[in-house]
C-alpha cells in the first residue's frame, strides 16, 4: 500500500474568476480503474471500489495522510457503492450483478456482512439506498432497474429498459424514480411495494445520460450527457419546463448539487470543472424549428426536393439558432455568441437578430468554468464541509476543499 500525498494541481479558470477547489489529498493505491469514491459524511474518511476487485476504506491520520483500514479483495470488480453513516449500512455492487450489505463499524475497521441480493445478471452500475422507506434501488448493464426491501432482502419490483441502465435519482416526497439509461432517456416511475407505474419519459439528450442529480427542495433534476451538455428539467412545475447548460466541450461524467448555496459542480473528458449558479431565473431552451427552407433567407434545405426544382438552387444543411430555435442556414446563423440566462457559457450558434439583441450585462458569466488538467470521473460531496471527493481517469482519488467554489 502506498500513503498518500498532497500535491499541487495546476487549475486555471476560464473567464478569470479566483475562485477555485483546494487540492487537500491524494490518494493512491488502487491498481485498476476507480469505479466510485464516497466521502464518510462528518469523517475524514474515504470508502472506493475499484476494478481491481478491491474495497478500500481510507481514514487521515495525525500526520495528514490517508491510510486504508480496510482492503476488502472480491472475486470480481468492485462497480457500485452506496453508504449511511447514520445506520452505517454499506452496498457493495459488483460486475457479476450481486449486490453484498454490510454495517462498517463506528471505529471503520471491520465491515460485518448481512445480506447479498441477486439482483442483476450484469455489472452493477448504479446504487441509491433511501433509509426511509428500507429500499435499495439499483441498476445495471443487465438493462434493468430494481428495487429490494433492506429490511427482508425481498425484490420489490423490476423495470426493464431497452439499453443499458446508469444512473438512477429518487424523490422521497413523491416516490419517483429517475432512471437514466445508454439510449439518453430518462424514465420516470413511480415506485410501490407492490410495483411501479411508468409515469413519463424525459428525452433531451442526443447521447447516453451517464450522470443524475436532484434538487429535492424545488425538484430540479439535472442530468448530464456524453452531447457534452447539462439538461436541466423542473419537475415540480408539472410543465415540461427544461434547459441547457452548455460550457463543456467533451462528454460530461459527473455532477454534484450544493442545495444549501444552490450551486451545480459538474466534470467531463475535456478535464474542466464547472460550477453553475442554480438560484436564478434562467430561460427555457428554444424549441428547434422543424422548417424545410430556411426562416430568415427561404433557401430550401437538402431535403426539400421540389422548392430545390422550382428554384433551381442547391439544397443547404439545415442549422439551428441556438436562442430562437429559427432553422436556418449556414449564412443566416455563422454568428457565435455566449448568452448565460439560457446556459450558453461558451459561444453557440446564433443568428444575427438574436445576436444583436444581446447585452454586454446578457453576456456576463453565470458559472465558472475551471482546467483542472485531470479528467475527473465521478464525485461525492459531503455537503456539510464543503469537501469534494473526485475520482480521477489516472487511478487516483483527489479531496478538494470546494468552499470557495461553493460561495
Known amino acids: 500500500e502506498l500513503p498518500t500525498s498532497t500535491r499541487p494541481l495546476v487549475m ?6 479566483d475562485k477555485r477547489p483546494v487540492v487537500l489529498a491524494t490518494l493512491e493505491g488502487h491498481t485498476d480503474k476507480i469505479t466510485q469514491a464516497l466521502a464518510i459524511t462528518g469523517e475524514d474518511a474515504i470508502i472506493s471500489a475499484s476494478d481491481d476487485r478491491t474495497l478500500r476504506v481510507w481514514v487521515k491520520r495525525d500526520d495528514g495522510t490517508y491510510w486504508p483500514t480496510i482492503c476488502q479483495t472480491y472475486q470480481a470488480a468492485t462497480s457500485s457503492i452506496a453508504y449511511n453513516h447514520r445506520n452505517h449500512k454499506l452496498f457493495v455492487g459488483l460486475s457479476t450483478g450481486l449486490i453484498l450489505e454490510y454495517r462498517l463499524s463506528e471505529d471503520l475497521n471491520r465491515m460485518e456482512p448481512k445480506r447479498s441480493y441477486l439482483a442483476h445478471t450484469n455489472r452493477v452500475t448504479a446504487l441509491k439506498y433511501l433509509p426511509e422507506p428500507e429500499w435499495l434501488l439499483s441498476v445495471g448493464r443487465d438493462k434493468t432497474f430494481q428495487w429490494h426491501c433492506t429490511k427482508t432482502g425481498k425484490k ?26 445508454y439510449s439518453g432517456q430518462i424514465i420516470v416511475l413511480q415506485l410501490k411495494e407492490d410495483g411501479f407505474q ?4 424525459l ?18 433534476l439535472f442530468s448530464g450527457g456524453f452531447d457534452q451538455i447539462i439538461v436541466v428539467w423542473d419537475i415540480g412545475s408539472q410543465k ?3 434547459y441547457e447548460l452548455t460550457g463543456h466541450k467533451d462528454r460530461i ?20 470543472m464547472g460550477a453553475w449558479n442554480m438560484d436564478i431565473e434562467r430561460q427555457e431552451t428554444a424549441e428547434w424549428g422543424a422548417g424545410s427552407s430556411c426562416e430568415k433567407c427561404g433557401h430550401p434545405f437538402f431535403w426539400n426536393v421540389k422548392d430545390m426544382w422550382n428554384k433551381k438552387s442547391v439544397g443547404l444543411r439545415q442549422h439551428h439558432c441556438r436562442k430562437c430555435g429559427r432553422a436556418l442556414c449556414y449564412k443566416c446563423s455563422e454568428q457565435q455568441s455566449t448568452y448565460p440566462p439560457m446556459g450558453f457559457e461558451i459561444p453557440v450558434r446564433m443568428c444575427e437578430d438574436c445576436k444583436r439583441q444581446i447585452t454586454a450585462d446578457d453576456r456576463q458569466p453565470l458559472a465558472i468554468l475551471l482546467e483542472l488538467k485531470t479528467v475527473i470521473t465521478g464525485m461525492d460531496l459531503d455537503k456539510e464541509r464543503g469537501i469534494l471527493v473526485t475520482v480521477c481517469e489516472e487511478k487516483t482519488i483527489k479531496i478538494f476543499d470546494v468552499k470557495p467554489v461553493l460561495t
Do not use: P
Open 198 to 201: 411508468h409515469l413519463t419519459t
Open 12 to 17: 486555471a479558470a476560464v473567464g478569470g474568476s
Open 156 to 181: 420489490l419490483g423490476s423495470y426493464d429498459s431497452a439499453a443499458w441502465c446508469l444512473a438512477i435519482e429518487f424523490d422521497a416526497k413523491t416516490s419517483n424514480a429517475f432512471m437514466a439509461d
Open 253 to 272: 461524467r459527473s455532477l454534484v448539487y450544493h442545495m444549501q448555496t444552490r450551486k451545480l459542480i459538474s466534470t467531463s473528458d475535456d478535464g474542466v
Open 203 to 220: 428525452r433531451g439528450h442526443q447521447s447516453s445520460v451517464r450522470t443524475l442529480c436532484y434538487d429535492e427542495e424545488r425538484r430540479i
Open 240 to 242: 415540461g419546463t427544461a
